[in-house]
């Protein structure tokens, strides 16, 4: 289990400058650009999204602005902070219509065929045991948690990841107050 600071993360700023992408993790694939990847946007203005073909995604906004996304002229989902994450295929053309300032997001993308996810959001207050269910589980934090491995307590802010999560591996989490995190579980 790995501890992944959000200062880390490798941040890329977006061709077309609308944004920034952080990398939080990638698995590199044989015959795909990668297996799966983690990562946190910064949407600042509304825009198309990257089509990335054979590659199933799902999205979550974590703080900021409500976005809209739009595909063919219709509205596929509204992300509030927080709220559910959604889940396309990359392929699909979709443009992203940001109701304000801008965004944070969390996206998680893996090569159809190769591996699977899915992402679900945690919330609690106090302590929360998280137990591993796939291959690969990987914990993002939207806010301040202690985090006990073993016997190491360990403080982690927003956009702090707990990776590499094992399958039947728990975590126990403690929060002062209402606490949210994203758990993907990566198969």
């Not at 289990?1 to 400058?17: E, Q, V, Y």
């Not at 602005?65 to 053309?93: C, Q, Y």
Request: glycine share 10%; hydrophobic share 45%; charged share 20%.
């Amino acid at each position: 289990m790995r501890i992944l600071r959000a200062a880390d993360h490798k941040a890329m700023p977006w061709k077309n400058g609308g944004g920034v992408t952080r990398e939080v993790a990638l698995m590199p694939g044989q015959d795909v650009p990668f297996l799966w990847r983690i990562s946190l946007a910064t949407i600042r203005s509304s825009g198309p999204f990257s089509r990335f073909p054979g590659i199933d995604r799902t999205i979550v906004a974590l703080r900021g602005n409500p976005v809209r996304l739009i595909s063919e002229g219709k509205d596929l989902a509204r992300l509030t902070a927080l709220g559910d994450p959604f889940a396309f295929a990359g392929e699909v053309d979709i443009d992203a219509e940001i109701e304000g300032g801008e965004t944070t997001d969390l996206n998680i993308m893996t090569a159809r065929g190769h591996a699977s996810h899915e992402m679900k959001r945690l919330q609690w207050s106090g302590t929360l045991s998280i137990s591993g269910r796939q291959t690969l589980n990987a914990v993002v934090f939207t806010g301040a948690a202690t985090v006990t491995i073993g016997e190491a307590r360990h403080a982690l802010a927003a956009d702090d990841v707990i990776l590499d999560l094992a399958a039947g591996e728990e975590l126990i989490v403690d929060s002062t107050g209402e606490t949210t995190a994203y758990i993907i579980e990566i198969a």
